[in-house]
């Protein structure tokens, strides 16, 4: 099958590029450590060639994610890097499950269903989940009370990840891991999970690194000078052309918007996305029928709106994979 071929917009990734990343990531952090995390491609089929290149713990942010890495044969070590209070499914998983806890009812909510062990997820500077790094003891007794098995902390630096300056992105890292170390000395345990492809390098705190964007890559981590390359794109149709503009019919209905304006692989420049709808001023002439790439700026929401990612080899397109980790 050729690209042409394809309904648009449709979800394109590069064989190729993939799995240069893969290997790139591979070779930086081998083995354990690095913890691959799904939420960013949702698609079991990738997780596998991840397997191929040696990274055979992986992160999942979804109840969801975490019964189909299990059901693909995927769960030697599945973290949820997320806290959750309905943890029924979890506990009949036929995988090793680890999930991360910050308050009494997310460590009870693991007991109750099933989960044997729990990362104790720290607030190391980003206002999301994390137990505050006083009470993370405390939280860590109260589950081993329980009979759970405490592996260790997590400490997401989020708000140091996607930073363009390197030296601040630096600074936080090593602020955030500073708590993170310091908890972990109290709380035990072999983890300290933290990182994601923005510090993969820079975070050296850290047991494991929860990377995830650096498979397929966004035009937001493109500017960070990483060694990962972008090998996912949108392809488009070109579907009607007026003059000083042209429209293609991939909208924000099938591209993650909240980092800005996707771009355009032949340089054309955005105008505007709507819900069905990319106007553009082309940078040369364009006619209707014509297809484009669209480069989108952040990948995890991006993927969730494609029910399918296409690897290609140039126009040829190799295999089609489910994105099956969609959903809840
Ligand atoms: C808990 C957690 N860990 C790690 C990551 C890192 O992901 P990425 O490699 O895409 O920056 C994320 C991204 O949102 C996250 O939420």
Redesign the pocket.
Known sequence: MKTAELQTPALIVSSAILDRNLKTMAEALPGGRCRP?V??HKTTELAKRQVEVGHVTF?C?TVKEMEGMAAAGLGEDLLL??EVLDTTRLGKLDARVTVAVDSDETVQAASSGGVREVLIDVNVGLPRCGVSPEDAPRLADLARSLGLSVRGVMG?E?HA?GLDDEEARRSLTEEAMDILTKVHGEVGGDLISA????TFRINTWATEI?????ALMDVAYAKLGLPFELAVSVLATVISVSPGYAVADAGLKSLGMDHGNPEIDEGHQVMFVSDEHLSFMPSAPVKVGDRLRVLPAHV?PTVAYHSHMHVVDGEDVLESWGVDLRGW
């Open positions: 995390h939420k960013a992160c942010a890097a997320n997401y989020g990840i990182g994601g492809t923005g929860q990377a995830g964007s650096y995890d």
